[in-house]
T-cell receptor, first 114, second 110 residues
Framework: NAGVTQTPKFQVLKTGQSMTLQCAQD?????MSWYRQDPGMGLRLIHY???????DQGEVPNGYNVSRSTTEDFPLRLLSAAPSQTSVYFC?????????????FGSGTRLTVV | GENVEQHPSTLSVQEGDSAVIKCTYS??????FPWYKQELGKRPQLIID?????GEKKDQRIAVTLNKTAKHFSLHITETQPEDSAVYFC?????????FGAGTRLTVKP
């Protein structure tokens, strides 16, 4: 049971390049989400999914795309990277335990756009 | 959508003292309020949570209080230790759509 696995851990992109941040969970959680973390701004929700085939926008969705073709995987795509997307990205999965949402975070991806 | 504000942004206490971090939320329908601790370079880890039908919850040196009427909740850490030094985040949600505060950097001086 690996929990939430994010790859890569570090990435440097040039402005205008595209890439996909991978996120996979093996806990059969229905809900998955992507956050970005910037200094002094906490964790901001980019996109989330409540199940396979269903995605929705969070607080800061512009410049990012997601898809949820399977329960396990929730990739985040940057179509044309910009310096403003330099950040640490966290993927999370969760489920309702009956008393709480059991959020599990991945280890994060540190992205630098130059 | 939900908006969560967190104060203070930084907090420095002497070992053994108490630390209090406060958050307010905007969506009266929010019903779940977790707190996360994030050490440098690591992922956020859940330390305590509270549901809207509970006013207070305690787990050893950590406690959380919730005032639904005022829409604010607080984290209390007693007998602080140097290993409590980290960034703490509050969050609020009414479903799986979790929104976080900006974080509080707590420093416990030995």
């Amino acid at each position: 049971n690996a929990g939430v696995t994010q790859t890569p851990k570090f990435q440097v992109l040039k402005t205008g390049q595209s890439m996909t941040l991978q996120c996979a969970q093996d806990m059969n959680h229905e809900y998955m989400s992507w956050y970005r973390q910037d200094p002094g701004m906490g964790l901001r929700l980019i996109h989330y999914s409540v199940g396979a085939g269903i995605t929705d926008q969070g607080e800061v969705p512009n410049g990012y795309n997601v898809s949820r073709s399977t329960t396990e995987d929730f990739p985040l795509r940057l179509l044309s990277a910009a310096p403003s997307q330099t950040s640490v990205y966290f993927c999370a999965s969760s489920y309702w335990t009956g008393v709480s949402y059991g959020y599990t975070f991945g280890s994060g991806t540190r992205l630098t756009v130059v | 959508g939900e908006n969560v504000e967190q104060h203070p942004s930084t907090l420095s206490v002497q070992e053994g003292d108490s630390a209090v971090i406060k958050c307010t939320y905007s969506d009266s329908a929010s019903n779940y309020f977790p707190w996360y601790k994030q050490e440098l370079g690591k992922r956020p880890q859940l330390i305590i949570d509270i549901r809207s039908n509970v006013g207070e919850k305690k787990d050893q040196r950590i406690a959380v209080t919730l005032n639904k009427t005022a829409k604010h909740f607080s984290l209390h850490i007693t007998e602080t230790q140097p290993e409590d030094s980290a960034v703490y985040f509050c969050a609020a949600s009414r479903s799986n759509d979790m929104r976080f505060g900006a974080g509080t950097r707590l420093t416990v001086k030995p």
